[in-house]
């Protein structure tokens, strides 16, 4: 009956995604396109700009470029460099209040994912005022223009510069609020390598790792269309093709522009087709612990990939050929069980520990509840889990099997 219930939902909101607009943002890419964008502003009748950044963005230099160009332009700007990994609720309250203050035009989000969600989320905040954040989590509730914004990713992970999604946390009740609605979908996404030219490995692996759990989450959903399996496919075969090499040396220009493409791909068919399991457990982990995102679903996408079982097999075979690692004379399962142990296989080489043992047996029925609450009904997945067999998938995230 739970399972009908959820499919039903499916069911229902499946053919309703048609009637949204599904706009995608002006993608401008190219070496060094944010140095250049101040034209762009002008262009656009921009004249006052908030721009939201966290402090490491800004005292890397990577904004003087882009601010000597604003000044030139004779735009006027305010920085917000105070956005936190896991940003707070309070924090994008305080964007919204200053993005007011200047009487902005636009709001421009350049850093990770947690910067560019912050900003959408500030961005609700600054016309619904009145309105707590953490009351509008879910899908279409905000219904109302938000402030023009233009997302420029600093990592290769999130895809949040061309999705309809914003998580971000509410910190009293150590919950995440995940916010999807079209209005959220940035108007503009820049995608300049040179801005991922100086990230330290850890930033290239868990962000990276996030973009293939996106791909590979959707993918296997039961909400495709025939755009999201061709971006998600796309991106399994850029992160394949370019992960590892940008990790071993980031100093090639087209592998990470790859790398920004592929994770732009990844965001495109999540945010349509959207994630699953992986990534409720992950944000149910990271509400708890604090953990980082990409991270902590690069070790749970192996794990639940093989309890989903037979019901993807086909599924991933298809990715691990479009992954370059199919062999023509393996079944399905074996191509499916070669594409998970890959996944291992990079995890491995980008120190990524395969499980957590931070998690607490006092947290487990709680971490499951939250999980389950936020895949359940709402993500297309492959097998629907209950609470009970979130709490084994958790225990073999911490490693318990493995004892
Ligand atoms: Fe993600």
């Known amino acids: 009956m739970y399972n009908l219930l959820t499919r ?3 069911a229902v909101a499946r053919p309703a995604a048609y009637a949204l607009d599904w706009d995608e943002p002006n993608l401008l890419i190219g070496k060094d396109r944010f140095k250049k964008l101040p034209n762009d502003l002008i262009d656009q009748n921009i004249s006052r700009l908030l721009i939201v950044t966290d402090e490491g963005i800004r005292d890397s230099g ?5 601010i000597e160009g604003l000044e030139d332009k004779n735009i006027v700007y305010t920085i917000y460099d105070q956005v936190k990994p896991n940003p707070p609720i309070d924090i994008c309250e305080e964007i919204a209040i200053a993005f007011n203050h200047l009487h902005a035009d636009a709001m421009l989000a350049i850093g990770g994912g947690s910067v560019l969600d912050a900003a ?27 402030p023009f914004l233009i997302a420029v990713p600093t990592t290769a992970g999130t895809g949040s510069e061309g999705t309809l999604a914003a998580v971000v946390s509410d910190n009293k009740n150590r919950k995440k609020v995940t916010i999807m609605d079209t209005h959220l979908i940035p108007d503009v996404a820049v995608l300049d390598a040179e801005l991922t030219k100086t990230l330290p490995q850890s930033m290239v692996a868990g962000p990276g790792m996030d973009a293939l759990t996106h791909a590979v989450e959707a993918f296997i959903g039961k909400s495709n269309t025939k755009h999201t399996k061709k971006y998600a496919k796309e991106a399994v075969k850029l992160i394949a093709e370019n992960l590892l090499e940008v990790y071993d040396n980031n100093k090639k220009d087209e592998g990470r522009e790859n790398m920004l493409k592929a994770s732009y791909y990844a965001g495109q068919a999540f945010h349509r087709a959207y994630v699953g399991y992986v990534h409720a457990m992950s944000h149910a982990l990271s509400a708890f612990y604090d953990l980082p995102h990409g991270q902590t679903n690069a070790t749970i996408l192996p794990i639940i990939l093989r309890l989903y079982g037979e019901a993807v097999h086909e599924k991933l075979a298809e990715l691990a050929e479009d992954a370059g690692i199919a062999k023509t004379d393996h079944s399905d399962a074996e191509n499916a069980e070669l594409f998970i142990e890959t996944i291992e296989e990079w995890n491995a ?11 607490e047996d006092a947290d487990l029925e709680e971490l499951a509840a939250h999980a389950e609450s936020e895949a359940n009904p709402f993500y297309p997945v492959p097998m629907i889990f209950k609470q009970d067999d979130l709490v084994e998938a958790f225990k073999q995230v911490r490693g318990d099997s493995n004892e």
């Open 8 to 10: 039903s939902f499916q």
């Open 62 to 66: 990577l904004l003087d470029d882009f």
């Open 120 to 146: 959408k989320a500030a961005g609700i905040a600054a016309i619904k005022p009145e309105k707590p954040l953490e009351s509008l989590t879910g899908l279409m509730t905000v219904r109302k223009d938000t």
């Open 349 to 359: 080489y980008m120190d990524i520990p395969p499980t957590i043992p931070e998690i």
